[in-house]
């Protein structure tokens, strides 16, 4: 009989999809993580299994073509394809990620009926553009500018670090609206759409990571988009930017769960095989408690995170819960890397060796979507604040 130590409770629903995109993960994208590491690109064939199969617009609603995921849902889909190869959840991003929800949540009738059957039907990509070179976790210190003209604004200014900036066919662009305000009313989201006369992406970086990840430098010289490009009200983009990065921490927090899951139990079999003098791994202590640290890691994670996104789809406030999902998930899978390397020992840093690719995408988590440092500031500025961590 199998055993499991915890019952994170799930409902029948979600256990249902969990186990319908495991299934579509394990029979159908291994050839493709075969073939993004041998290229370093996420490739169309891809995104058309995926739109195939109902997994482009997990997020968006049923009536522009759309899964009308929750959030939880999608967080459990991310975990699953974690399970394999982080560019599953970049794939899954570019159509249910920030900039997509952003259009869902605070588009107009067009924008909506403009782009959200373009990303369900796996037609177009997303990304989205916060951070510059001087404004990074201090993102309100942006410099792009957008100043009102008789077409609607003229936009100028740099973004880096942009995922998939790329290859994006329409950008969320954060920009200064009123530099006296900035974050309080003065910023404001537009949507740019790949071609506009005056875009470029002028630098593609490659990362510690799976090069499947690219990150573009974005450059807007007098480049004119027209009025109906604000997305959500003028000065309110902050508000938008931060809504979405919400959304992005509990994501970003599931997939480290899934990460490091797939991390141990390759650990796990590894130890079961391979003997060093006359004993397996498996029989010595150092590496059983190493093995059994990562499995109390990711059940206080994954716990953490399920609450969470529960309280979430109640509609509970959940204030600072969801950095504290980020702060300890990402750290958390950065132990289980370190840890799954050392039990494989010389095979944990042969390139081209899942644990190893594991451990260098990972590294990501720590730094993307608000550094821990920054995390740890909203979670402290909520205590000092009064806030309860629990009743
Ligand atoms: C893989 C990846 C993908 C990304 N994708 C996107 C994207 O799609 N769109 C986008 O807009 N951005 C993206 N980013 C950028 C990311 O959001 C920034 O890198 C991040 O916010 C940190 O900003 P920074 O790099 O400028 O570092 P800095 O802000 O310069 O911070 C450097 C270090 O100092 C720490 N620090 C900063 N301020 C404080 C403080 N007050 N107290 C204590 N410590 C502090 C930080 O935590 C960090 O460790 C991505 C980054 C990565 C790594």
Redesign the pocket.
């Known amino acids: 009989m199998e055993t499991t130590a915890l019952d994170i409770e799930l409902s029948d629903e979600l256990r249902a999809m969990r186990d319908a995109v495991r299934r579509f993960t394990e029979r159908e994208l291994g050839p493709w993580a075969e073939e993004i590491d041998r290229t370093g690109e996420i490739p169309a064939g891809l995104i058309e299994l995926m739109q195939k199969n109902g997994y482009c617009g997990m997020r968006l609603p049923a009536e522009y073509g759309g899964g009308g995921l929750s959030l939880f849902q999608y967080c459990i889909a991310l975990e699953e394809f974690s399970r394999l190869h982080r560019a599953f959840t970049i794939a899954a991003n570019y159509s249910s990620g920030m900039t997509p929800m952003a259009i869902t949540r605070h588009g107009t009738a067009a924008q909506k009926e403009k782009y959200l059957r373009g990303f369900a039907a796996g037609k177009l990509k997303s990304?989205?553009?916060?951070?510059e070179p001087e404004a990074?976790?201090?993102?309100a210190g942006m410099r792009t500018r957008a100043e009102k003209n008789a077409k609607g604004w003229i936009l100028n200014g740099r973004?880096h670090?942009?995922?998939?900036?790329h290859v994006a066919d329409v950008i969320m662009v954060m920009a200064v609206t009123d530099p006296d305000k900035r974050a309080r009313g003065g910023i404001t989201a537009f949507l740019l759409d790949r071609g506009t006369p005056g875009f470029s992406v002028t630098r593609v970086d490659t990362?510690i990571?799976t090069d499947s990840?690219k990150?573009a430098e974005l450059t807007f010289e007098n480049c004119q988009l027209p009025a109906d490009a604000v997305i959500g009200e003028v000065g309110a983009g902050f508000k938008v930017a931060m809504g979405s990065l919400n959304d992005g921490r509990m994501s970003v927090s599931c997939s480290c769960v899934g990460a490091a899951e797939s991390l141990l139990e390759r650990s796990t079999e590894h130890a079961k095989v391979r003997r060093t003098f006359g004993k397996l791994l498996a029989e010595r202590q150092a590496i059983q408690w190493m093995l059994a640290d990562s499995a109390v890691d990711i059940a206080a994670a994954r716990a953490l995170c399920y609450d969470v996104l529960r309280r979430l789809e109640k509609g509970d406030n959940v204030g600072s819960a969801g950095s504290m999902c980020k702060l300890f998930a990402s750290e958390m899978v950065g132990r289980v890397a370190d840890r799954a390397v050392q039990i494989h020992g010389g095979m944990g840093v042969i390139r081209g060796f899942p644990v190893e690719r594991f451990y260098r995408d990972v590294r990501?988590y720590r730094?993307?979507?608000?550094?821990?440092?920054?995390q740890r500031?909203v979670i402290s500025r909520d205590l000092l604040r009064g806030v309860k961590i629990a009743d």
């Open positions: 990304a989205f553009a916060l951070t990074g976790s201090d993102a973004k670090y942009i995922s998939g900036g990362t990571a990840i990150l990501h730094v993307g979507e608000g550094a821990s440092e920054i500031i």
